[in-house]
């Protein structure tokens, strides 16, 4: 069965949903994994009353990539369930595991906001999550008084407000905030460095 066809998805979104199976005859749903899946999770907001049953492991993965759809509206979820489940074809079957031609270990997807099919099989590591920036450009945004999911023109906004603010010209020639200043400046340069303003 091709389990990556629309006629496929339409079917699966139509049945009841699974009943809780028992865990001995229940495996991982995780591509490549032997472990039992005595934890389930839930599909998600579109697959409301189905399970996807992991090993302890992935179904942290899974719930740590699970809020990703917090904040989403429900036709941006649509879409990106539905090109999860086709346009991606996905290493991870929404389906059962006896279902295994669903996954598929090349033809990885472009887009991949989830992170649930990078490195394809195991990723025993992709449940730490790396800073979005280094250490140097998480302290030039600190300087400057934002957070790093700051656009370039709240950047450019900030560092004009603060430079007036602290220039000696307008402290009646006072320099006392000139290192403040200095450090301000270096923050905005090592952003416009990373690109970022
Ligand atoms: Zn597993």
Known sequence: ??????????????????????????????PGCTAEGTYRAPMGRLREGQYLCFCLDHVREYNASYNYFNGMNDTDVARYMKDATIGH??????GTRRGAKGFREEGQ???????????GVRRPQAQKREPRYSPVT?????????????????????????????????NGGDRSREEKLREIIHAYKTLRAARLA
């Open 89 to 94: 074809r996905p290493t991870w079957t929404m």
């Open 138 to 170: 998480m302290r030039a945004f600190d300087a400057l008084g934002l957070d790093e999911t700051a656009g370039a023109e709240a950047i450019r906004n900030r560092y004009k407000e603060l430079v007036k603010r602290l220039h000696p010209d307008a």
């Open 109 to 119: 997807p472009t887009e991949d906001p989830l992170g649930l099919y990078r490195g």
């Open 1 to 30: 069965m091709d389990l990556t066809s629309p006629l496929f998805d339409r079917i699966r979104a139509q049945r009841k949903p699974r009943e809780e199976p028992r865990p001995a005859a229940r495996r991982c749903d995780a």
